[in-house]
């Protein structure tokens, strides 16, 4: 595992709790919000390393205590007093904990994380950066769709460098006329 999530405290930062709702009605449909956003800012390929944990003495109707959900291990905290509990066991467990990142708000989890050589980053810092990634993967594809339009235009002749060769082209072709 690479990643450890501190699930209810990353939820309540990304997703809003729909007020309309029951409790559990609510936990559920925010949870299914959080996974969403999960699958678009983990990559598929490190979804496998993932674990998210959630505060839960029961897991939900219809659900086990364990399960993968597109590759994210996802496990509600039962036998555990806490899923804070299941987190600091996991951290002290990890057998190459500098390879682990934990994504929790809590200070007790960063001190347990920190004392073992974990990258810890506070739930909102990890959201920011998340964010930050995904503006940065649409504004790369943007210019790199931009820059295969002007490449396409260029071939057919509408594109801007096309238009300056033609410019040039068609100013040597004036000069000749007027005898320059």
Same mark, same amino acid.
């Not at 590759?71 to 002290?92: H, K, M, N, P, Y």
């Not at 980053?121 to 959201?127: A, E, M, T």
């Given at each position: 595992? /690479?990643?450890?999530?501190?699930?209810?405290?990353?939820?309540?930062?990304?997703?809003? =709790?729909?007020?309309?709702?029951?409790?559990?009605?609510?936990? /559920?449909?925010?949870?299914?919000?959080?996974?969403?956003?999960?699958?678009?800012?983990?990559?598929?390929?490190? /979804?496998?390393?993932?674990?998210? =944990?959630?505060?839960?003495?029961?897991?939900?109707?219809?659900?086990?205590?364990?399960?993968?959900?597109?590759?994210? /291990?996802?496990?509600? &905290?039962?036998?555990?007093?806490?899923?804070?509990?299941?987190?600091?066991?996991?951290?002290?467990?990890?057998?190459?904990?500098?390879?682990?990142? %934990? %994504?929790?708000?809590?200070?007790?989890?960063?001190?347990?994380?920190?004392?073992?050589?974990?990258?810890?980053?506070?739930?909102?810092?990890?959201?920011?950066?998340?964010?930050?990634?995904?503006?940065?993967?649409?504004?790369?594809?943007?210019? &790199?769709?931009?820059?295969?339009?002007?490449?396409? &235009?260029?071939?057919?002749?509408?594109?801007?460098?096309?238009?300056?060769?033609?410019? =040039?082209?068609?100013? &040597?072709?004036?000069?000749?006329?007027?005898?320059?």
């Amino acid at each position: 595992m /690479r990643l450890l999530i501190d699930g209810y405290n990353l939820m309540f930062e990304s997703t809003s =709790v729909d007020q309309r709702l029951d409790g559990k009605n609510a936990l /559920r449909a925010a949870r299914g919000r959080l996974m969403d956003l999960l699958l678009e800012w983990i990559e598929e390929e490190s /979804r496998s390393q993932t674990m998210i =944990v959630f505060d839960a003495k029961k897991a939900p109707p219809g659900l086990p205590d364990r399960y993968e959900h597109h590759g994210i /291990r996802i496990v509600f &905290a039962r036998d555990w007093d806490s899923a804070d509990e299941l987190i600091q066991t996991e951290i002290r467990r990890h057998p190459t904990p500098k390879l682990l990142t %934990v %994504v929790s708000s809590d200070h007790m989890i960063h001190k347990k994380a920190n004392a073992r050589g974990a990258t810890v980053l506070d739930s909102q810092v990890w959201l920011d950066r998340q964010i930050a990634a995904r503006a940065r993967r649409f504004r790369d594809s943007s210019a &790199a769709c931009n820059a295969q339009e002007e490449s396409m &235009a260029d071939e057919k002749g509408d594109g801007p460098s096309k238009q300056k060769a033609l410019d =040039v082209e068609e100013k &040597a072709h004036w000069l000749k006329e007027f005898g320059y």
